[in-house]
């Protein structure tokens, strides 16, 4: 408004255009900052009837999307052999092979497995989606299954994957995220690092959104965004 106010105008004569260059000026939180005093200034400025038109009546300020950005692949070797548990090796073995979240991860019920099938099914975004279980994941599967059957026969929890603490909980409760999350800090990667990296890694390869989704059980709107980091030759024009 100091600026403005330099250029000779006062609120009554600011219009969307004023506003649009002043937010141009300005990135992120502060852009983000400048717009929402500007939106309670003007809102409160038309109650007292001081102006009869919002300049920002109808302006909403674009957020950049954070594209994902792959991690370098040297961090993803030796994963498994940093990780101590047969628990920790399955839950980052999903995660950096099959792309499902830690949280997913944590809640797969104990019936999740086909092992006749070779398949892992569970729900994504609340529509049924079945995994391909590779080599290396079956063996990290059929691992935790024979831990989990020799130190909990008896254990009524129905998820996949327990521990001494939620193994008898009366609650039955999923594994926490904390007990999970160890597995992956020992390999000095985010679980949210690992998912990304592996649906970019996919991208690469397909550069077909629908793939992703369909492999992953992704929203269409995420699978296209990693297309278009994969490959920004073929991004789409920004909607503005």
């Not at 594994?175 to 679980?191: M, N, W």
């Not at 959104?209 to 699978?223: K, Y």
């Not at 278009?228 to 991004?235: E, F, L, M, V």
Request: aromatic share 4%.
């Amino acid at each position: 408004m100091t600026a403005w106010s330099g250029q000779g105008l006062d609120l009554r004569q600011i219009t969307s255009a004023h506003v649009t260059a002043a937010l141009s000026d300005r990135q992120g939180h502060q852009a983000r900052g400048v717009h929402h005093v500007l939106l309670s200034v003007f809102r409160a400025l038309k109650q007292e009837r001081i102006i009869f038109t919002n300049p920002l009546a109808g302006l909403s300020l674009t957020t950049p999307v954070r594209l994902p950005e792959p991690l370098p692949s040297d961090l993803l070797r030796g994963l498994l052999d940093s990780i101590d548990s047969a628990m920790g090796r399955l839950a980052v073995g999903l995660v950096a092979v099959h792309a499902i979240k830690v949280t997913d991860v944590a809640r797969l019920p104990l019936t999740a497995p086909d092992l006749a099938r070779g398949t892992l099914h569970l729900r994504l975004r609340n529509q049924p989606h079945a995994v391909y279980l590779d080599t290396l994941t079956r063996q990290l599967l059929d691992e935790w299954l024979r831990e989990r059957q020799q130190r909990w026969p008896v254990s009524p929890n129905p998820h996949l994957l327990i521990t001494t603490h939620s193994a008898h909980h009366p609650a039955l409760p999923p594994v926490s995220y904390c007990a999970l999350r160890r597995a992956f800090d020992l390999t000095g990667i985010t679980p949210r690092q690992m998912w990304s990296d592996r649906v970019l890694d996919e991208a690469r390869l397909t550069a077909d959104p629908v793939h992703l989704e369909h492999l992953f059980g992704i929203h269409p709107g995420t699978a296209v965004r990693y297309v278009q980091a994969a490959h920004p030759d073929k991004a789409l024009p920004r909607i503005r």
